[in-house]
């Protein structure tokens, strides 16, 4: 389970493997280049951080990770909570909160809690992204638009104010450049998917940039350039009050980063047909985000956009990841400075495509289609990410979901009386099973179906009060019971105090889970009720109800002749048939 992919796949490695993933990963390091970049400036950080991270990050990931073709990196996902990071606690508090998170992804891991986070429902999934898609294209419009303004707020609201009120300062070749980056990344594909058309699209309009001397900001101009060296490792200073501020946010990073993560390595396997290592993938991911903190960088996880970049070009094992992060490290040394010409505009409209794909609208109209417990997750997941924060939006979204999951099991429980149901004429099969089964008039049969839990257990109880004379056995059925918590169980103890109270026996019919029976026992309530009086089968409830009333002190002969006709009632000194014998824990009824 925590054996990295990469260990697996070298066991038959072949040089022409080798070639396939030489290419994917020289190919991989060009368009995660300018993607980095673009993160990083969109999160409110400098560019070379996100280079940082793609090549400390994508290396460990690719090295020490539980899929075959996982590419690493940041990723749009991350620019929504990075960016408040860094306004409310600066690049210090993004730092200590990048390295909290890889923490707690390694905590994660080794708690093996890769396939819980699998199932994270998909509305709340799609909500929160495309919420974040919605915020990257509105943080874009100042350089798509070249519009002359200061620093853009914040607040959604208040930069789409901004942006109206200085739309009339609009420059018409920063939209010219922007638009050209747009079309060429999405018309590219339709002449060849060899080659990106990001990669495309900032060759041609830095080009167009410098040749016509266009007035136009580029990353040199706003930043200074991109330094051309690598970072010593510096480990940040962690004390409590820093870790008590920052735990909310480091445990978003940590959620979001092993959500992505897991999906990307999903999609990956699909593509392939492989099988990726979910927990040994979280805890290369909280490695691979300690190490991107220590050399200044900025939270990363899988990127699902590169990760099928490296699959369509014949990457097929970890050494493709390897060699992408490599292709960084030596694009930054020696290239480095050529990055700092890339037009502002240009990273917009690369973010402005990489919104659109997040978006992914269908989906989003599709689970509004859908049943309307999703509908309103989605929503709510989405507006609160949009207008509130993501970290809220998150939190507020799964606990809205396990509501509305509960809400649903509740109506898929019930507690019905079959005896009540046969009177009022509700249900034939009822009618049936007290007729093929000879039940007795004094013994009550209830049936419990789907899960008794705390949520449900409301209706068993609501159930019982339909009894208005004290039977002298009550049979519960249990054989569409799946699980029971601490409540149910609870509840089936209230039951069985008052049943003795009122001098009914309890019979529980039909305990087919495992799961249940362990409960039963760990509660003493096998010891309580009896071993005898928790029945595999309803025929063995039938005939155990019958041999209690026999054996009651109250049973009256006329009772007695009705269940067993061809046995008369036993006077105080005759000795009683074996198999109406008191203490037999398994009667034995005569042919």
Known sequence: MFRPKIFDTLKHYTRQQFGKDLMAGLI??????????????????????????????????????????????????????????????????????????????????????????????????????SGIALIIFSSEVKDLFGLKMGAVPADFTDKWKSYILYFHTTQLSTVLIGASTIAIISFWPKITRKVPGSLIAILVTTIAVQLLHLPIETIGSRFGGIPSSFPKPVIPHIDFAIIKSLIQPAFTIALLGGIESLLSAVVSDGMIGGNHKSNMELVAQGTANIFSSLFGGI?????????????????????????????????????????????????????????????????????????????VVLLTTFLLTVFIDLTVAIEIGMILAAFLFMRNMIKSSNVSSMRKEFENGDNDDDKELLENYNIPQNVEVFEITGPLFFGAAYKFKEAMKVIENPPKVLIIRMRNVPIIDATGIKTIKEVYRESEQKGTKLILSEVHSHQIVKELKEARLLFSIGK????????????????????????????????????????????????????????VMPS
């Open 532 to 587: 005898a009086n928790v029945t595999h089968t309803f025929q063995e409830a039938i005939e155990r109800s019958k041999a209690i009333i026999i054996d009651l002190p109250w049973g009256n002969p006329r009772e007695i002749s009705a269940i067993l006709p061809s046995v008369s009632q036993p006077s105080p000194n005759q000795p009683r048939p074996p198999f109406l014998q008191t203490g037999s824990s398994s009667p």
């Open 28 to 129: 991989v390091g060009l368009v995660a280049l300018p993607l980095a970049i673009a993160f990083a400036i969109a999160s409110g950080v400098s560019p070379e951080k996100g280079v940082y991270t793609a090549i400390v990050a994508g290396f460990i990931i690719s090295a020490l990770g539980g899929s075959r073709v996982q590419i690493g990196g940041p990723t749009g996902a991350f620019i929504v909570i990075v960016y408040g990071i860094v306004q409310v606690h600066g690049i210090d508090g993004l730092i200590i909160a990048t390295f909290m998170a890889g923490v707690m992804l390694i905590v994660m891991g080794f708690a093996r809690l890769g396939s819980v986070i699998k199932f994270i429902p998909y509305s709340l999934i799609i909500g929160f992204t």
């Open 299 to 375: 939270p990363a996880t899988g990127a699902i956009a590169r990760t099928a970049t490296n699959v369509k070009n014949g990457g097929r094992t970890p050494v493709a990841g390897i060699i992408h992060a490599i292709t960084l490290l030596l694009i930054l040394l020696f290239f480095g400075k050529w990055a700092s010409l890339i037009p502002m505009a240009t990273l917009a409209g690369v973010l402005v495509v990489v919104a659109y794909n997040m978006s992914e609208w269908r989906h989003f109209l599709s689970v509004l289609k859908g049943p309307r417990s999703d509908g």
